[in-house]
């Protein structure tokens, strides 16, 4: 069970997962609801909704937290990535506000990188959950470009592709962003879940 009620996350990793044998079930169709996020890490939020999902249906959980850390701004808005506006959720929000704080920075000195952390537990009280990480480095864009993906990829810009994450095709983007990146190294340590 996928420990999120965001489609497009879900939608996601649906596509990534697809040759896996893996079905991802979101929580919503389950009727378990978001949890309180109140971690001080990435890795320690992604825990709280894994075994929050598992606990409450007795199935395997997946979750992952992710988020955008801009260079200029210390990191931020990066564990409140999906709040930093204020209301959770609200994507053009935090994008005007990203864009903002950022609205004097050079381009030179607009870096930033998506990071994420994909936990699997097998069950509610596993002791040795799989954890597997990725980034997505690039530079924040002074105004959105393209209308493809979710959250700030309208505003990232792939610098090694030359493309907004906003405007970068599926099959791209499933191999070079944060969550593509973590999958991949969870995909690697499938064969020990099984142990």
Not at 5 to 12: I, M, Q, R, V, W
Not at 43 to 64: I, Y
Not at 155 to 171: P, Q
Request: glycine share 10%.
């Amino acid at each position: 069970m996928l420990a999120s009620s965001n489609a497009g996350k879900l939608a996601e990793l649906r596509d990534l997962l697809g040759d896996t044998g893996i079905e991802l079930v979101a929580q919503t169709d389950l009727g378990v609801e978001d949890i309180d996020e109140t971690g001080s890490t990435f890795v320690e939020n992604a825990l709280l909704k894994a075994r929050h999902a598992a606990a409450v249906t007795g199935l395997p959980a997946l979750a992952d937290d992710s988020g955008i850390c801009v260079d200029a701004l210390g990191g931020a808005p990066g564990l409140y990535s999906a709040r930093y506006a204020g209301q959770h959720g609200d994507a053009q929000a935090n994008i005007d506000k990203l864009l903002a704080a950022l609205k004097d920075v050079p381009d030179a000195q607009r870096g930033a990188h998506f990071y994420a952390v994909i936990v699997l537990l097998r069950h509610a009280g596993d002791p040795r959950p799989v954890i597997a990480e990725g980034i997505w480095h690039g530079r924040i864009l002074r105004q959105r470009q393209g209308d493809r993906g979710f959250g700030y990829q309208p505003v990232f810009y792939d610098t090694e592709y030359n493309v907004s994450a906003g405007e970068i095709d599926d099959a791209l983007k499933n191999r070079v962003s944060h969550r593509a990146r973590a999958l991949a190294a969870l995909r690697e340590r499938l064969p020990e879940v099984a142990r």
